[in-house]
């Protein structure tokens, strides 16, 4: 058994007897006579469950009890005293104390308690970091599609999900790309640890550091205790790096050290710190074109891509589309207490038709913008937005006339297949059936802007 408890009193004997008992039916048990003692164990082994007094001389019980669930809301605790008063059982109840027992402590009552408490964590970690429903045959209940793209992506899924492979997971916003690894995780071993999503992007570059691998005290102006980082939260577990290609060169070379050694330091630490986790990434970036340009390194890149899983905008498999309205139909029905249950053959017509920018996110608030504004129990035209009803369908044809020179048939192709995968230069090389270096190459000639879809670059005088 390898539970960890950390037992706090500062009374000898009953402290003694606390940890003999637990350690006779196969916890490891870490002894603690005072509150600060407590603090710093903590830090160090990251306890399971702590036992604690209330009534101590240096920090007590509650103050001790406020600092853990801060810390890490995960960790059990359990309030002993010889003084059981109402308002302290409301109070500790409030700031997040699993349990409330008065002493004399039998011993029974406690390794139960402790066995319940040990429950309670395992259930608090699947109910946060888990889906709250998957399927019962494999983990993929939020993840919707009959189209070939999608059952690729299921394909794929359970291929690596048994695996230690890192997976990257490229594709455009709103495509679903943190539903598809958390159904990896759902169907790993790792499953019943910590699934930590991270988006790179939304955390400033100064302190993503601080965020991915924790700091010590006096680490920076602020930092006045240890902190633990994603990765080490995420022991055992998987960690989610969303944004990748956001990271900047400094953390791209922490993180490869991480991929390769399988440690880290925190901050303003100097103690090598080993984990076992597997880490997924994903981009809405063209990472391959990230190298080319400088802003990605290849070493990187090659370390993360172990496997690589493409997830399509939504208008390359539009046979999806009715599959996903009727799901979010009857989700947002559900949550807002309607009746809805149907859609009119007009209104599942223009959203099919419809390009969806944001992709499924997009369509999700769309829907769910419909059911509520929907007055019977069935959604029409006129319950969704004006830019789906008016929205018309951009033109993929070529405007090639009569006598047009072979060059400039060229670059209109060029322009209208990056129209079409919105700038995603790769894509837009396999449509085009050319390799991506060949592809540049056409650019170039053609002074069309690597970063616009259809402007050429300004000639040089």
């Known amino acids: 058994m ?13 402290l003694e007897a606390m940890v003999e008992a637990l350690q006779k039916v196969g916890y490891r048990v870490f ?3 005072g509150g600060q003692e407590a603090l710093t164990l903590f830090e160090d082994i990251n306890p399971d469950v702590i036992i604690t007094d209330i009534k101590m001389p240096d ?52 390794r139960e308690t402790v066995k319940r408490a040990l429950e309670n964590q395992d259930l608090r970690i699947q109910n946060v970091h888990l889906q709250e429903q998957v399927d019962e045959k494999y983990g993929f209940s939020n993840i919707l599609g009959n189209s070939k793209p999608m059952q690729e992506i299921f394909r794929i899924i359970k291929l ?17 790309k943190e539903l598809i690894a958390r159904a990896i995780h759902n169907n790993s071993p790792r499953k019943k640890k910590l699934f930590q999503p991270v988006n790179c992007a939304a955390i400033p570059k100064d302190i993503l550091e601080s965020e991915l691998f924790g700091h010590e005290p006096g680490a920076f102006t602020g930092a006045i205790s240890r902190r633990r980082g994603y990765f080490e939260l995420a022991d055992g577990g998987t ?11 400094d953390m791209q070379v922490k ?19 080993k984990i076992d986790v597997r880490i997924i990434s994903a981009t809405n970036r063209n ?44 989700q947002f029905s559900a949550e807002n207490k309607k009746k809805v249950t149907k859609i009119t053959r007009p209104a599942m017509e223009l959203l099919t038709k419809y390009d969806w920018p944001g992709n499924v996110r997009e369509l999700r608030n769309e829907i769910e913008k419909a059911v509520i504004v929907c007055s019977s129990n069935t959604i029409d035209v006129n319950d969704l937005s004006d830019k789906i009803s008016t929205a018309q369908p951009q033109s993929t044809t070529l405007d090639v006339k009569v006598g047009m020179a072979m060059d400039e048939i060229e670059k209109v192709a060029i322009q209208k297949t990056l129209l079409e995968t919105g700038g995603n ?16 190459r056409l650019l170039e000639k053609h002074r069309l802007s690597a970063n616009s879809q259809n402007k050429e670059e300004p000639k040089e005088k």
């Open 59 to 110: 920090v007590d019980g509650m103050e001790l009890l406020k600092t853990v669930t801060g810390a890490n809301p995960y960790t059990q605790v359990i309030l002993i005293t010889g003084y059981p008063k109402a308002e302290d059982t409301v109070k500790a109840a409030d700031i997040g104390a699993f349990f409330y027992l008065p002493k004399p402590i039998s011993i029974s009552i406690l």
């Open 255 to 273: 993180l490869l050290r991480v991929l390769e050694e399988r440690e880290f330091m925190r901050v303003g630490g100097t103690q090598t710190i």
């Open 239 to 249: 960690i989610f790096l969303d944004e990748i290609g956001e990271m900047s060169a």
């Open 287 to 330: 990472l391959e074109e990230a190298m080319e340009e400088g802003d990605f390194r290849e070493d990187l890149y090659y370390r993360l891509s172990g496997f690589t899983i493409n997830v399509p905008p939504l208008r390359e498999h539009r046979e999806d589309i009715p599959i996903l309205v009727y799901a979010f139909i009857q």
């Open 160 to 176: 690596v999900a048994p695996t230690r492979a890192t997976v990257l997971i490229a594709g455009d916003s709103g495509t679903g």
């Open 31 to 33: 002894p603690a006579s």
């Open 2 to 14: 390898d539970k960890k408890i950390l037992v706090v009193d500062d009374r000898k004997s009953e």
């Open 425 to 440: 230069k790769t894509r837009a090389a396999d449509m085009l059936k050319i390799p991506l270096r060949t592809f540049y």
